[in-house]
């Protein structure tokens, strides 16, 4: 069975979500042409980048102002992630999970999501949310391996 890394909202506009990392990678931040589009005031406009890598899923912090936090501590360049982890962006906190990929699939969302608060939260701990499987992109380079 082959596994996959999820990152599960549990604060935020993340809340209740469900973001599925393909082997490319995400792009997080304020600009339209990123996998994900964070409106939350202080958001950078390329903010970090989600890579997903022979096994392992790696953090990168791009520069931005506020940063980028996994349990509470700062990220400074980039870092391995494992499941437990805690990603924090300004008030908006993403749990590392892994997913089986041979259960079935949930329909891919369109690149650009923008994440705002949603009205309505579902409960962080609900599992029948639904998943969002950003589309993969071009395969980008890791200046640092």
Do not use: C
């Not at 909202?9 to 209740?16: D, E, I, L, S």
């Not at 520069?63 to 996994?70: K, L």
């Not at 749990?95 to 259960?103: I, L, Y």
């Amino acid at each position: 069975m082959a596994e996959v890394p999820k990152l599960v909202g549990t604060t935020g506009a993340f809340r209740g979500r469900q973001i599925i990392v393909p082997e490319g990678g995400l792009k997080l931040g304020r600009a339209p042409d990123n996998d994900i589009v964070i409106e939350t005031d202080g958001t950078s406009r390329y903010h970090a980048t989600l890579l997903y890598d022979n096994g392992t899923l790696w953090l990168r912090d791009n520069g931005s102002r506020n940063g980028v936090f996994v349990n509470d501590i700062r990220v400074v360049g980039h870092r391995a992630l494992k499941v437990g982890d805690v990603v924090s962006i300004l008030g908006n906190q993403l749990e590392v999970r892994w997913e089986d990929v041979t259960t079935p699939a949930v329909p891919a969302l369109e690149p650009a999501t923008a994440l705002q608060p949603d009205p309505h939260p579902a409960d962080a701990d609900d599992e029948t949310s639904e998943v969002e499987r950003p589309t993969a992109k071009k395969r980008w380079f890791w200046p640092f391996s």
